[in-house]
């Protein structure tokens, strides 16, 4: 007996030595399917790093298990029951639960154990992906790194030939320049030598004709007639219309008149054809020399007009149209009869000037009135409340400077302005029967007759 109590208290210390440190499981509310996710769990995953996790199949739940130390009050409890009373069952039957403890709590290491294998494998297969992904990065980044160079080279040489390229343009621009200057030169030229000819040919003209005058002769037998009808007090009323009838012209009748006038022996009561003067030149012919002198005098200072103010009638481009266009309406908007006739309108204007193109909106209301460019062009839109078309900044200049019934028609007449479809004007030029044209009937009836206005289907 002695000896069973000298066993029992051997293997108590036994345990006391060698079981002071025990797993503690706690079960988690965390699902899994492999113990990788107990790790990587954003909740219990730095729990997990302090101690142990897995998954059992059982549950299905992350497990965390701990080391702890065994209470050991009970043993302590146990050795002085055996001390004060020796080895009873019930010390025995502690004892042996304690060992059945132990015996599960080391089968759990031993899963635990099978699982950190597990999860050991796991991380060597990751970590060995893992480091064929770092390899491919690293001939990426290689392949990057060989590309990034070659294209270095490619932009050096780019840069190069534009470095080379703004030369050439700035080489170019001078020699444009230059050739714009002698353009010029040679425009000035031929403008010199267009006027230098023109007065020429006038003064060429005014001496032909003045020679022609000074020496065209009439004729002789003529002359005695007239001068002998002279004497007898006949005047040329009387005489003309015999000559006439005999087969003379009316030029040969004045210039044998001019003839005998000139050393005429006939009295003072004695006159001449109408329009020839004593001495003997035809003032109509005067009259016409003048006219015809004037008519290049005005031509030459057309030409010397064009040259210095061609801008305000040929543009280079649309930007310069517009901003005339928008002088001239500010300019002429409120000045034209027609303005205090309507209280409200919408009016859309368009000019076109050769290949240049440009629109304004110009509307009144009782807050007064604005002038905006349009992004489209009147003729692509039926949005306003009317809309015209000028075929020339000229026609456009005529009539936004004198805005009148008769210039609005003249112009039409000789198509250079139209009248495009808009919110009153449908296509056909027809009006919009449900449109109220009432506020405009003060203007058309400046413009138009009763009959004309009714006949085009309005109801004013």
Not at 27 to 37: I, L, N, Q
Not at 221 to 240: C, D, H, P, T
Not at 407 to 412: A, G, P, R, S, V
Request: net charge negative; with cysteine; charged share 25%.
């Amino acid at each position: 007996m002695k000896q069973k109590n000298i066993l029992l208290v051997t293997g108590l210390v036994f345990m006391i030595l060698f079981s002071q440190l025990v797993l503690s499981e706690t079960e988690t509310d965390v699902p899994c399917e492999s113990t990788k996710v107990c790790y990587d769990d954003i909740d219990i995953g730095s729990e997990c790093a302090l101690g142990e996790c897995y998954c059992p199949t059982k549950t299905g739940y992350c497990v965390l298990t701990t080391e702890t130390e065994l209470e050991l009050q009970q043993v302590q409890e146990t050795v002085a029951q055996i001390k004060s009373a020796g080895v009873n069952k019930t010390a025995l039957k502690q004892l042996e639960d304690n060992l059945d403890l132990i015996q599960t709590q080391s089968a759990t290491a031993d899963e635990k154990i099978n699982t950190l294998e597990e999860s050991l494998v796991l991380v060597q297969q990751q970590l060995a992906e893992l480091t064929s992904s770092i390899d491919t990065l690293s001939a990426q980044f290689s392949e990057q790194a060989q590309a990034k160079e070659e294209l270095q080279k490619d932009v050096t040489s780019v840069a190069t030939g534009l470095a080379g390229l703004q030369t050439d343009i700035g080489s170019a621009q001078k020699d444009l320049k230059t050739v714009e200057e002698d353009v010029a030169k040679i425009q000035t030229f031929k403008l010199i030598v267009t006027i230098v000819g023109l007065i020429l040919i006038s003064t060429g003209i005014l001496l032909g004709l003045q020679f022609y005058l000074k020496t065209k002769k009439a004729d002789p037998s003529l002359v005695q007639y007239v001068i002998k009808q002279a004497k007898q007090g006949r005047r040329f009323a009387q005489v003309q219309p015999i000559l006439l009838k005999a087969g003379w012209t009316e030029d040969d009748i004045k210039e044998a008149y001019r003839e005998a006038m000139k050393g005429s022996k006939a009295g003072p009561g004695t006159t001449g054809p109408s329009g020839v003067s004593p001495n003997g030149i035809d003032s109509k012919k005067v009259i016409l020399l003048a006219g015809f002198a004037l008519f290049f005098v005005i031509g030459i200072i057309l030409v010397l007009k064009g040259v210095t103010t061609g801008h305000a009638i040929f543009f280079k481009d649309a930007g310069e149209l517009s901003t005339a266009m928008k002088e001239s309406i500010e300019k002429n908007i409120e000045n034209n009869p027609f303005y205090d006739k309507v209280k409200v309108f919408d009016l859309c204007v368009e000019v076109e000037d050769g290949e240049n193109s440009a629109s304004y909106r110009i509307t009144k209301t009782k807050n007064g009135n604005k002038i905006k460019q349009t992004a489209v062009n009147c003729d692509n839109t039926d949005k306003h409340g009317f809309a015209v078309k000028f075929k020339s900044w000229e026609a456009f200049d005529l009539v936004s400077n004198s805005l009148t019934c008769a210039n609005i028609k003249t112009i039409h007449s000789k198509k250079l302005m139209y009248v495009v479809p808009s919110k009153f004007i449908e296509e056909g030029f027809t009006f919009d029967e449900t449109a109220d044209i009432t506020p405009y009937c003060t203007v058309l009836k400046e413009c138009l007759t009763p009959s004309q206005i009714k006949e085009a289907g309005i109801d004013c």
